[in-house]
């Protein structure tokens, strides 16, 4: 297995605060990674930082060999890196179709080429049957898979999703987890930040902890639930068996 | 295609309008239609681009007195006044594109610097000899021969040209809206953090928005120029300059191909009407009342403007269920 990206003594501070702490870990592709960790505790911090929203105050970040941080987040996009946001932003006055069609003039100029990759990554997604509506005539289930399938258009080989699973119901949340896995089964990379751990532990093949910034723990989703610190960590100390 | 359909018909009456109207009613509508090109200059900034100005009037004074200069001192043709008034703005709206999101001043500070922008150099021009300073330059009276070369002409060859002028714009704006211009402009105006995570270099395109919407608006210029047959740098610097140029897309629909036509086919007229009947019960400022009441009212009750109104009427009479059931679902939720 050969790694995707890879984050190196990574630390950011705002002010006196440091939200995230000489944190390692590595991606491998075509695997599903999650970023999990109590609120607070530096997840969305790391995620921008990776997506180049925010620049370290310290470390680095490495996708494909090439160093990636303090890069700005249209680059980081073209080399191959999506990313979702975790309050969905869908462009008003734009159906369907056509948001999931901006990501793709990243490539190409050519609209007939956006239009068929945009269907491709409405396909991916399940929302092919959705292309011509509104996006405020979408469910909020849908709109994430929209959301999704923007960041598709883009042809990355590593997708960030922030909380896609945020606020849906266990059914909705099965179908998303459905799509994730065949996203990785057809050879992406997944990076999830994830609240909700039933999901992680479904899709996720390593999980790598965050606790006040640092990392505490790394590994295959049960080992992880099982070590001490993460129970320390999600409901204070003592309460593990 | 129906859109193309309904733009030429639009085309065809207005050139019937041209070859048989009178005087006055050509003078009133090849203001409306300059605007209307001036409108959709300022409509792809910030209906598309999401970047407000405030001061397009600099732009349109830059066109304006490229064409004044090189043909009222040196007997140049207009259309190189047109070409390197295009150029000149082009080039400044850029510079000061460049120089206000290079340091981050965005948004509604990024529409305060056009407005000082603007005003810098309606003072500069105010004050340069060269340029006729406050005595403006003048164009010589027409014959009311049409020379084509030297773009000069009676009233009704100016009609024609600010008619061609705002079919240019109203087909460049569509053009540009469906190309992947338009698709990454929109996207760049309805949230840039998004845009740029999908890769928009929205740095670049903020730049490239600004400087087509400057060029065009010293096209415009250009042509409003000959037309009034003078120009001062109050009038066609000024403040008021900037405020008329965005009348027509806020009236007509924002960010719409067909708004700033509508909106100035509406604005332009009310106000020369309730100025005419200010004048004749002696009320001065009537039209100006008049005029702030009724943009006051379209603002509030179609605060999208009249256009994107018109379309949702058509589109409810010709499948009702399809409009309005949306909107009933959404009433039960």
């Keep these: 297995m050969t790694a995707l990206l890879e984050v190196k003594n990574l630390s950011r501070s705002f002010g006196g605060l440091v939200a995230v702490k000489d944190v390692n870990f590595t991606l491998e592709a075509g695997r599903i990674t999650a970023l999990i960790g109590p609120n607070g505790a530096g997840k969305t911090t790391c995620f921008n930082l990776v997506a180049g929203s925010l620049s370290p105050t310290s470390g680095q970040v490495f996708f494909e060999g090439r160093q990636i941080n303090n890069t700005s987040p249209e680059i980081v996009c073209r080399m191959g890196i999506a990313r979702t946001f975790q309050i969905v932003r869908p ?27 945009a269907y491709e990554s409405l396909e991916r997604v399940g929302l092919a049957g959705k292309a011509n509506a509104r996006t405020d005539q979408l469910t909020l289930p849908d709109r994430k898979m929209l959301e999704t399938a923007k960041a598709l258009s883009t042809r990355p080989k590593l997708l960030l999703l922030d909380e896609v699973m945020a606020g849906l119901r266990p059914t ?9 896995q065949t996203l990785a089964e057809g050879g992406l990379t997944i990076l999830l930040v994830e609240h909700v751990m039933r999901i992680v532990m479904e899709v996720a093949s390593n999980v790598v902890v965050l606790h006040h910034g640092a990392k505490i723990a790394e590994g295959n989703p049960a080992a992880v639930v099982a070590d001490p610190k993460v129970l320390d960590s999600y409901l204070g100390a003592g309460f593990h068996a | 295609m129906k859109r193309w359909l309904a733009g030429a018909m639009v085309f065809v009456v207005l050139t019937l309008v041209g070859s048989f109207a009178d005087p006055y009613l050509i003078s009133l509508m090849t203001i409306v239609l300059l605007f209307t090109f001036l409108g959709q200059s300022w409509n ?57 999101f290079r340091f981050e001043v965005r948004g509604i500070y990024f529409a305060l610097l056009t407005i000082a922008a603007a005003e810098f150099a309606r003072i500069m021009f105010s004050g340069w000899e060269f340029v006729g300073a406050m005595q403006g330059l003048f164009f010589p009276a027409p014959t009311g021969e049409i020379e084509f070369l030297m773009l000069r002409g009676g009233a009704r060859f100016y009609y024609f040209v600010a008619l061609a002028l705002a079919a240019l714009g109203i087909a460049g704006t569509e053009l540009i809206s469906r190309s992947y211009l338009g698709y990454v402009w929109r996207a760049m105006r309805d949230d840039e953090p998004a845009a740029r995570a999908l890769g928009v270099r929205t740095f670049r395109h903020k730049i490239l928005v600004i400087s087509v919407s400057a060029a065009a608006a010293a096209a415009g210029g250009g042509v409003l120029g000959l037309v009034q047959g003078s120009i001062f740098p109050d009038s066609i610097m000024g403040m008021g300059l900037s405020v008329d140029v965005l009348i027509g897309p806020v009236v007509g629909g924002l960010g719409t191909t067909f708004g700033p036509l509508i909106g100035s086919l509406t604005a332009i007229p009310l106000n020369h009407l309730m100025s005419a009947i200010g004048d004749s019960l002696r009320i001065p400022g009537l039209n100006n009342i008049t005029y702030g009441i009724v943009l006051i009212l379209v603002v509030w009750f179609l605060p999208v403007g009249i256009w994107p109104a018109i379309v949702r009427l058509g589109e409810a009479i010709q499948a009702p269920s399809k409009v309005w059931l949306p909107h009933l679902r959404k009433a039960e939720e």
Excluded: C
Aim: positive net charge.
């Design chain 1, 172 to 180: 909705e949340a099965a179908g998303v987890v459905r799509v994730l």
């Design chain 2, 44 to 100: 792809l900034m910030l209906g598309i681009g999401g970047q407000l100005s405030i001061g397009h009037a600099l732009f349109v004074g830059l066109g304006a007195y490229s064409v004044g200069v090189l043909y009222v001192k040196y007997g140049i043709s207009p259309w190189i006044g047109l070409f390197l008034g295009m150029i000149i703005a082009g080039s400044v709206g850029a510079a000061l594109a460049w120089l206000s």
């Design chain 1, 91 to 117: 462009m008003r006055d734009m159906s369907v179709l056509e948001n999931a069609m901006v990501g793709a003039f990243s490539w190409t100029k050519s609209v007939k080429e956006a239009k068929s990759k």
